[in-house]
């Protein structure tokens, strides 16, 4: 996406987010400029966020296990990659019986790059830069005939859609993928709230400063004039939907401007912004999911330190 359309499309999500009723949201995709990537990096490897390593865990410990499971003549092609680093275990399972042949698909070019560069020791890469289904449809007209799709969603970004989205979502992929293709899902797991308000609201302050540099990216970038300041991270457990959810507080009753986004918004004191909602998930939950998507569950993988799993998802 050019600068100029990013910037409209930036500006036109904030403006829909902060004028929706009853609840000011912004859109988690925004979270990962270079600040907020940089963050993150550093929430992965906090002592209270174990999803990432448990993510790291299970695909170490069972990428070939999982290969075994799926036809010879596989290519993988994966939604978010970044620089692929998580996919390590796997091209090099795969690697171990045919040559590996590799589609790591996001929007960052930057990502795209380091991930040619680091990957291109163990499989034939072919970046896209594009969204995920645009880039889940030019890799499955680049196989050849005969050959399978083992298609990667790894991490909890599941969790982030709303259920019924996330039902939508798995669905139109479906479409795009053939009977006998793979799906291999990432998802984090039900576990005991004081664990995950840990891992989003830490004592060191991270998950706050990654939170507030959302806010901080649009004074950037958009020309607004948010005072951080004025801001508390919050973090909510919402039992009956299983889900995690950030805000972002005011403190006080305020007006911010934000010039690109023609917009200026009003704020009552104690007013939130929700910024992400993280859905955890049960293991008949998953299974259901599967169901519904047009996917057959062949095999789980749980992390026994951290509830985390993967699932091999099979087009039916």
């Keep these: 996406m050019t600068a100029p359309a990013f910037e409209h499309s930036f500006a036109s999500h904030v403006r829909s987010g902060l004028t929706g009723s009853p609840q000011k949201t912004l859109p988690c995709q925004y979270f990962y400029d270079e600040v907020g990537s940089a963050l993150f990096e550093a929430i992965t490897t906090l002592p209270e966020y174990g999803l990432t390593r448990a993510d790291a865990r299970v695909l170490q410990a069972h990428a070939a296990e999982l290969v075994e499971l799926l036809p010879a003549n596989l290519i993988v092609a994966e939604l978010g990659s970044g620089t692929g680093i998580k996919t390590h275990p796997i091209l090099e399972a795969v690697g171990s019986r045919q040559e590996a042949i590799y589609y790591p698909i996001d929007v960052s ?182 169901r519904k998507t047009g996917f057959h569950l062949t095999a789980q993988w749980v992390d026994e330190k951290w509830p985390f799993a993967e699932n091999l998802l099979v087009a039916v």
């Design 109 to 290: 070019p930057t990502a795209l790059a380091k991930c040619a560069l680091e990957m291109g020791g163990l499989a034939r890469v072919h970046p896209l830069e594009a969204t995920y289904l645009e880039g889940l449809r030019v890799a499955g007209e680049g196989r050849a005939p005969g050959q399978t799709l083992l298609l990667l969603f790894l991490g909890s970004t599941i969790g982030n859609f709303q259920p019924d989205s996330a039902i939508d979502f798995l669905s139109a992929v479906r479409q795009s993928m053939q009977p006998g293709d793979a799906l291999l899902l990432g998802t984090d797991m039900v576990k005991p709230v004081a664990q995950l308000i840990d891992a989003y609201d830490d004592p060191t302050g991270v998950n706050a400063a990654f939170n507030l540099n959302l806010l901080a990216r649009i004074n950037r970038e958009l020309d607004g004039d948010f005072n951080l300041r004025h801001f508390n991270h919050v973090i909510r457990y919402v039992p009956e939907s299983q889900r995690i959810e950030m805000h972002l507080q005011s403190r006080m009753r305020q007006r911010v401007n934000i010039r690109k986004a023609d917009l200026t918004v009003e704020f009552a004191r104690g007013e939130t912004i929700c910024t992400e909602s993280c859905h955890k998930f049960r293991p008949a939950q998953i299974c259901d999911m599967a």
